[in-house]
């Protein structure tokens, strides 16, 4: 029978590039591999009606599927980044303490289920190590064991199935390994450890030149930092090819075109910076507001949070990871040199009622201003 997932396309996975780690996408895959191995027991009739039905028990009666007590976990954790990345950074504070206890039960019963839950495990850290270095040295620290775990499994789904079965089987075998690098990669940027940032997104990009975890997001921002041109350059090049094989749009990210802002701007070339601010406003909607603003959002912690490619919930993204390099050298209203300066450029462009909007949303989110 076909090993293609249950209620699967094959364009599905260039049309969703950016949900590649999206939680319940992937929870959605494992258990389509553990229903077709239950249906290879079954007859042709019998599958097809049984297969008619996957998507109906996946949303409505999940636990009634074939499932092992690592998938259970993993649907938990599911569960938790809903609440944790989705919900909590959106409620108010009475709501909040509810959802983080929720949070926590879901991942703890996780980490019950499968002591190799490593989402579970490292969601689960964040929140108990209270510092960014504490949290970096946690991820340095066991990622190795992590990664010798993952790397047994995704052998082992391989050599027990074979085909397009067996890759998507290794191919989740070997995500809670990328997640893990790829989450150290962005606290090292936190950290001050650009280079080390960029040694790792080398390191994942290695293992899977197709970038599904989008580390080469956070070596943009840790090259911009450190002032490697040609190597931002050569990243770019190898995200286009990327890019296109996903079949995503011609445009560039807005990591990348901010990168190149910074870098223009270091360099002492506005003219170039300012150039790659009117690319920015063609390629995104409500570019100029949103590089006016500078929005911070909390980080996402099973992954990078999801967005659709050239939205402006990417570049709101992507401006919120580039904070390290908007704030360098913070002046009396919290940005720095080159938050400042972007701002008053990108506002010099907007209408009035457009900055209107600017400013009342600065008072919103409190943005651009020390706290009291």
């Known amino acids: 029978m076909s090993h293609q997932l249950p209620g699967s396309d094959p364009g599905e996975e260039a049309r969703e590039a950016r949900l590649a780690y999206e939680p319940n996408r992937e929870d959605y895959q494992r258990l389509s591999l553990q229903f077709m191995r239950s249906a290879d027991r079954m007859g042709p009739l019998a599958a097809a009606r049984a297969f ?15 499932q092992d007590d690592a ?14 990345d989705y919900e909590l950074p959106f409620s108010d504070d009475d ?6 206890k929720k949070g926590h039960e879901l991942l703890d019963e996780a980490l019950l289920l499968d002591e190799h839950c490593f989402d579970a495990l490292r969601m689960q850290q964040a929140s108990q190590i209270a510092s960014f270095d504490g949290y970096y040295d946690f991820l340095r620290t066991e990622g190795d064991d992590v990664r010798a775990w ?14 397009e079965r067996g890759r998507i089987a290794a191919n989740l075998a070997l995500r809670p390994f990328i997640r ?26 290695r293992i899977d030149p197709d970038d599904e975890a989008d580390v080469r997001y956070t070596a943009l921002i840790a090259l911009a930092k450190v002032e490697d ?3 931002l350059e050569e990243l770019c090049r190898k995200g286009a090819q990327i890019e296109a094989r996903r079949g995503m749009p011609a445009t560039q990210d807005a990591w990348t075109q901010l990168a190149r802002i910074a870098l223009a701007y270091k360099s002492h070339d506005l003219v170039g910076a300012r150039d790659a601010i009117t690319r920015l406003a063609e390629t995104h909607p409500n570019a100029l507001s949103a590089l006016a603003i500078q929005r911070e959002l ?5 992954s990078r949070l999801v967005t659709q490619p050239r939205s402006e919930d990417e570049l709101i993204l992507a401006i919120s990871e580039g904070t390290v390099l908007l704030q360098e050298g913070r002046d009396k209203e919290g940005r720095g040199a080159l938050g400042a300066w972007l701002r008053e450029e990108c506002l010099g462009r907007l209408g009035h009622d ?19």
Do not use: Y
């Open 354 to 372: 457009e900055r209107a909007h600017v400013f009342a949303d600065e008072v919103e989110w409190g943005v651009g201003r020390e706290a009291e």
């Open 95 to 100: 709501k909040a303490l509810e959802l983080i």
């Open 229 to 231: 041109e040609q190597g």
């Open 298 to 302: 909390p980080d996402g912690v099973f």
């Open 150 to 163: 993952c790397l047994r499994q995704h052998e082992h789904a391989l050599k027990r199935e074979g085909g």
């Open 52 to 66: 008619a039905g996957f998507g109906r028990r996946f949303s409505q009666d999940r636990d009634s599927l074939p």
């Open 180 to 205: 893990w690098r790829a989450m150290q990669a962005s606290k090292a940027v936190i950290c001050g450890r650009n280079k080390d940032a960029i040694d790792i997104a080398r390191e994942l990009m």
């Open 71 to 84: 998938d259970r976990a993993f649907g938990l954790v599911a569960r938790a980044t809903t609440v944790i």
